[in-house]
């Protein structure tokens, strides 16, 4: 069973500033997929990054980036020049790329962007 | 292009009623998820449609739940005989193939009185 862990669960920054959002994940799979999601006030769920189980490389998508480090299982979001729009629900979440196919989330990080 | 859109947006029922949730996928999306979210609380899985393969029911968390797809197309939840604890919001999700990024719809809450 994969499992999720998101241990921040409220964050604060100044705008402007980065900021790290940490994601730990537990699976014996060696294929598998990270995702992270942003989830406003509204309630949908905004796809961010996605970073593969063999990808050398961290994925950046604009000001997002995900920090990869799969000795340690772990897969931190950090969020450039942080912005008002930017406070939110942050989920991780991973996905086996073989068998089942369905998301296991984490419990999420509440961000909050100060002025 | 239209994303994945859920209806109804919030649903009230009083225990012991059955509702129908419905999701239309993005068009062209094979594969359909649907997910539940309870208050302050990241999200369960319930049940996956790809294309037509049987679908993965692993995530139900009961036998008064149920879904059901039509091809490609709209998919429906069914819970029979609301509990309490079943309120939540509901969210329904469609990717390209099983392999590709989910997208997300807007959810229904469910609120069992």
Not at chain 1, 57 to 63: D, H, P, S
Not at chain 1, 69 to 92: E, H, P, T, W
């Amino acid at each position: 069973a994969q499992k999720i862990t998101q241990t921040q669960p409220g964050m604060f920054v100044q705008e402007k500033e980065a900021v790290t959002l940490d994601c730990t994940y537990d699976t014996s799979d060696q294929s598998y997929g990270l995702f992270w999601y942003k989830q406003p006030s509204s309630g949908e769920m905004i796809f961010l990054i996605y970073q593969g189980s063999y990808d050398e490389q961290n994925a950046t998508e604009g000001r997002y980036s995900l920090n990869f480090q799969k000795a340690r299982k772990s897969a931190n979001l950090v969020i450039s020049a942080s912005q008002l729009g930017d406070s939110a629900m942050y989920f991780c979440a991973m996905r086996l790329l073989t068998g089942r196919r369905a998301l296991t989330f984490g419990s999420g990080t509440r961000l909050q962007v100060q002025p | 292009g239209a994303g994945v859109s859920q209806s109804p947006s919030n649903k009230v029922t009083e225990k012991g009623k059955d509702v129908e949730l419905r999701c239309d996928p993005i068009s062209g999306h094979t594969a359909l998820y649907w997910y539940r979210q309870r208050l302050g609380q990241g999200l369960e899985f319930l049940i996956y449609f790809q294309g037509n393969s049987a679908p993965d029911k692993s995530g139900l968390p009961s036998d008064r739940f149920s879904a059901e797809r039509t091809g490609e197309s709209v998919s429906t939840l069914t819970i029979q005989r609301t509990q309490q604890e079943d309120s939540a919001v509901y969210l329904c999700a469609s990717s390209p193939t099983h392999t590709d990024t989910q997208y997300f719809g807007p959810g229904t809450r469910l609120t069992v009185l």
